[in-house]
């Protein structure tokens, strides 16, 4: 098993910086890490994700905004969130994938793992 716990949450103006903290415990032996959120009336979205070697994905929506981090002594990956936009307002979830597959590292059902979720709120 494997306990996420994201903090960093809040609300930002727009144009602003935010950094969202996801520290894992428990078994930690883990493929990839990812961050989705999910917006009001909204399906949960990809943003970004990390792999145990440092290969790095993003959302089209992030790429040039976000940057995803891990620092492994501390067993936390991180997502800074700059130029913050009023659509980047979400539930941010944190997800761990245990082992590598087929399946879209894009997609919620690629991970085993889910944080409890942190709001952010980007006003205008």
């Known amino acids: 098993q494997v306990q996420l716990v994201e903090s960093g949450g809040g609300l930002v103006q727009a144009g602003g910086s935010l950094r969202l903290s996801c520290a894992a415990s428990?078994?930690?032996?883990?493929?990839?890490m990812g961050w989705f959120r999910q917006a009001p009336g909204k399906e949960r979205e990809f943003a970004a994700s990390?792999?145990?070697?440092?290969?790095?994905d993003y959302a089209d929506s992030a790429k040039g905004r976000f940057t995803i981090s891990r620092d492994n002594a501390k067993n936390t990956v991180y997502l800074q969130m700059s130029s913050a936009k009023p659509e980047d307002t979400a539930v941010y979830y944190c997800?761990?994938?245990?082992?590598?597959?087929?399946?879209?590292?894009?997609?919620?059902?690629?991970?085993?793992?889910w944080g409890q979720g942190t709001q952010v709120t980007v006003s205008s």
């Open positions: 990390i792999t145990w070697s440092g290969t790095t």
């Open positions: 997800a761990a994938r245990s082992r590598y597959s087929l399946t879209d590292s894009r997609t919620p059902v690629a991970y085993d793992y």
């Open positions: 428990g078994r930690t032996l883990i493929y990839a």
